[in-house]
């Protein structure tokens, strides 16, 4: 049976402190909601929208050109997306040459860390007024997906602060990348056990792909852990970030950047590494041909799951679910199971909406090796521009010990000359910096922030 599980952006809550000098000069904003207006068991619906409308500008992105989200601009970053336009900022994404004064970078950090707030901030909510429900669940999965795609994005230094709930901030300590996936973790199976308890299966396949997502990114004995904790996660399940014609703030981002900016294309083979995703003419990632890019050179291709501004982003789904069962086997040394899985997906590939069917696959065989480079190949086409190819990149490249697969940096991410501006090279980021501006967090040491090291 098929479980598709979306959700949307349908209201969005804007917690701001104002002082002034002068209370004649003080303005109601009815725009503008104060944490003492949100609070109480019948603002628990307004407190879960907030949650829902901030994690999809995060995530996805809107329609204003500058809210950019963690799809876009880690997609441009790793070899999804290439650079087709003028603008700054953007332009050391895709080179791979960032600095931790980028404002464009400040603007998705921000948007992140304010998802993972308003989720947490729910979350009490939830816990006062209506601990057992099942949109608590909803909400501690919004928290857990904003701290993984933190510890997947940014080098591992980054806080996590809270607003509580009499208006005062606490600062944290800078986390690692493996204590940020541990929070991530203990935050999911939180989401979980409510699901569980509430009987909700779609909110407990939402948290449970999730948390099998951290534990593969800890690696280690973490895989198979990982494997068990999605088994019953049906294929067909999806849960879908959603967007809208309503508001430039609730249309997709990446149809707004792509479709109708043409700032950035679809890559191919960018770098020598870059996977084929437009030449390989692969039905997962269909494109199609919108112009010439913003720079006035570059040939512009959309991903058809983009073409409309109300197109949703995939968070979650089934079929992550059973790539993490065919990487999980692999890793174990199961190759007629990880064969199977993959080429499982492959042979119901209409049935989970791609539009042509997908001929099986051969075990490369000769090494692990290639077989892990086909899993992730397979996992960069199924998951396209979901804001998973950078944490498989830094999984391929990070020390095995401390839970990768050992792989040089100059295998995986792009390199050689860049395609952009004749003469030119890729840098050496494999990660993104935190902005200059957590400086004002007397907890937080840049020195901690190493863009290098996967």
């Known amino acids: 049976m098929s479980a598709r599980f979306r959700t949307g952006a349908a209201l969005t809550l804007c917690v701001v402190a104002v002082a002034g000098c002068d209370h004649l000069l003080r303005v109601q904003d009815p725009d503008v909601a104060s944490p003492g207006s949100v609070s109480g068991a019948d603002k628990l619906s307004t407190q879960l929208g907030a949650t829902i409308g901030t994690f999809q500008v995060g995530f996805g992105g809107d329609g204003s050109g500058g809210n950019e989200g963690l799809v876009n601009m880690t997609g441009l970053f790793t070899d999804e997306f290439s650079f087709a336009e003028t603008f700054p900022t953007r332009r050391v994404v895709d080179n791979r040459s960032t600095t931790n004064n980028n404002s464009t970078l400040l603007t998705i950090f921000f948007n992140i860390q304010q998802a993972r707030a308003i989720a947490a901030s729910a979350s009490d909510a939830y816990n006062q007024f209506d601990p057992t429900s099942a949109d608590h669940s909803q909400v501690l999965s919004y928290e857990a997906y904003s701290q993984l795609l933190m510890a997947e994005t940014y080098c591992g230094a980054v806080p996590f602060s809270k607003q509580n709930a009499d208006g005062s901030q606490s600062n944290s300590d800078p986390l690692t990348t493996p204590q940020m996936l541990q929070t991530a973790i203990a935050t999911f199976d939180s989401a979980i056990t409510i699901a569980d308890n509430a009987g909700d299966g779609n909110r407990d396949a939402l948290a449970r792909v999730g948390k099998a997502r951290a534990l593969m990114d800890l690696g280690g004995a973490n895989v198979a852990i990982a494997d068990t904790v999605v088994t019953n996660v049906p ?176 295998s995986v991410y792009p390199v050689g000359t860049w395609h952009n501006t004749a003469g030119q090279t890729y840098g050496s980021d494999v990660n993104f910096p935190i902005p200059l501006e957590e400086g004002n967090n007397p907890n937080f040491n840049p020195a901690q922030c190493d863009v290098t090291v996967p």
């Open 235 to 410: 294929t067909t399940f999806v849960f879908q970030v959603l967007h809208s014609e309503n508001t430039s703030r609730e249309n997709n981002g990446v149809n707004e950047l792509v479709f109708s900016e043409h700032r950035w294309t679809v890559g191919d083979v960018e770098g020598i590494n870059g996977l084929d995703f437009v030449s390989s003419h692969d039905p997962r990632v269909g494109t199609v041909h919108v112009g010439i890019g913003f720079d006035h050179s570059t040939p512009v291709f959309g991903p058809l799951k983009d073409s409309t501004r109300s197109s949703p982003e995939t968070l979650a789904s089934g079929v992550e679910a059973r790539l993490i069962n065919a990487e999980a086997a692999l890793d174990a040394g199961n190759t007629a199971l990880w064969l199977s899985d993959l080429n499982d997906l492959r042979a119901n590939a209409q049935s989970l909406g791609v539009d042509s069917t997908l001929a099986p696959l051969a075990d490369p065989g000769a090494s692990n090796n290639a077989r892990l480079l086909l899993t992730m190949r397979e996992r960069a086409f199924w998951l396209f521009a979901s804001a998973h190819r950078l944490g498989d990149m830094r999984r391929l490249t990070r020390a095995v010990a401390d839970g990768g697969y050992g792989l040089d940096v100059a």
